[in-house]
């Protein structure tokens, strides 16, 4: 007789047909349904996986037809789309930052499609297709891994990360000097951590963390000495300066300077949204008021959690 223990319920069985990979979690491996039921997972998991496949087939399929029937699909040019990729990618780095599990989803759909895009562009002119994207991808991931694919030892994410930077230098057509594979077209503050970061992966860094506020400080005071000195264009030099220095630090302590701003940007949206709703609802302006009444209703925002 079977136990309650080693039963598995229609339910738990219709589950496992539906989601393809998962397993019952109460499911004795010495069970009379073991055989049958790995079978059924084993057979479940590949149709996961075809699943996927026909549903990446289906978004070329649609590139295809829509570049051949559509007039705006069938005009745009790598230049023209190029301002629509950076829109759908900030709307994606917006969606990551908010966690919106949904628009996530969404926004990573937008992103796939231009990847799409730009491959069948390249499939029309010969030379590339999304075989050869996703192949280069494969190897470049496989060359850049060798401690998950071959026999070098990596135990941290920062080892990981000082293998991968030392191997592009490596590879065919990889980056020849460190700093090569910077992007000049990032955003400068984006650009200033990456800088950071590779410098950092060649040994070019302090030797101890704390040590950077010095340079800060002394960044600071430079500043200053240029702002009393009016001097706009060194001013702006040593402001310059002031902001690499305090990106260092931030990476230093493991903070992204990017989303760390990013995140006061939305915590000063909503606590000014909030003042200037509240002003509203009072039939006031905000030109009209003072700096003191202001401030009393955006600290009322900030004892909020605004």
């Known amino acids: 007789m079977v136990s309650e223990r080693t039963k598995v319920r229609a339910g738990e069985l219709g589950d496992l047909r539906r989601t393809a990979v998962e397993w019952p979690n109460n499911l004795d491996k010495n069970s009379i349904f073991w055989p049958n039921l790995l079978s059924l997972y084993v057979s479940n998991a590949r149709n996961a996986m075809d699943r996927r496949l026909v549903a990446l087939k289906r978004l070329l399929d649609v590139m295809d ?22 829109e759908e990618t900030y709307e994606l780095c917006d969606a990551l930052m908010k966690d919106d599990k ?10 796939l499609l231009h990847v799409a895009f730009y491959a069948k562009i390249g499939s029309e002119t010969g030379d590339f297709d999304i075989k050869d994207v996703c192949d280069r991808l494969c190897e470049k991931l496989i060359f850049r891994h060798p401690h998950v694919f071959g026999e070098v030892k990596a135990d941290t994410a920062e080892k990981v990360t000082e293998n991968w930077e030392q191997l592009k230098m490596k590879e065919k057509d990889g980056n020849k000097m460190v700093l090569s ?14 800088i950071q970061d590779k410098a950092r992966n060649v040994g070019f860094d302090w030797e101890e963390r704390s040590q950077v506020w010095s340079k800060v400080k002394e960044e600071i005071g430079e500043f200053e000495a240029e702002v ?13 300066d002031v902001m690499f220095s305090l990106i260092n630090a931030a990476r230093l302590y493991k903070i992204n300077p990017d989303n760390a701003l990013e995140h006061t940007n939305q915590k000063f949206i909503r606590r000014f949204n909030y003042l200037e709703e509240h002003t509203i609802k009072q039939g006031k302006e905000l030109k009209n008021m003072t700096l003191e ?9 900030k004892s909020k959690g605004l």
């Open 181 to 194: 594979g910077v992007p000049s077209a990032l955003p400068s503050l984006i650009k200033a951590y990456r």
């Open 102 to 111: 949904k628009d996530i989803c969404k926004e990573l759909g937008d992103v």
């Open 293 to 301: 009444e202001m401030d009393a209703i955006w600290n009322e925002a």
């Open 65 to 86: 037809e829509l570049r051949v029937k559509c007039p705006w699909d069938r005009k745009q040019t790598n230049e023209s789309l190029r301002p629509n990729t950076i």
């Open 228 to 240: 009393e000195n009016m001097d706009k264009e060194k001013a702006e030099a040593e402001f310059g």
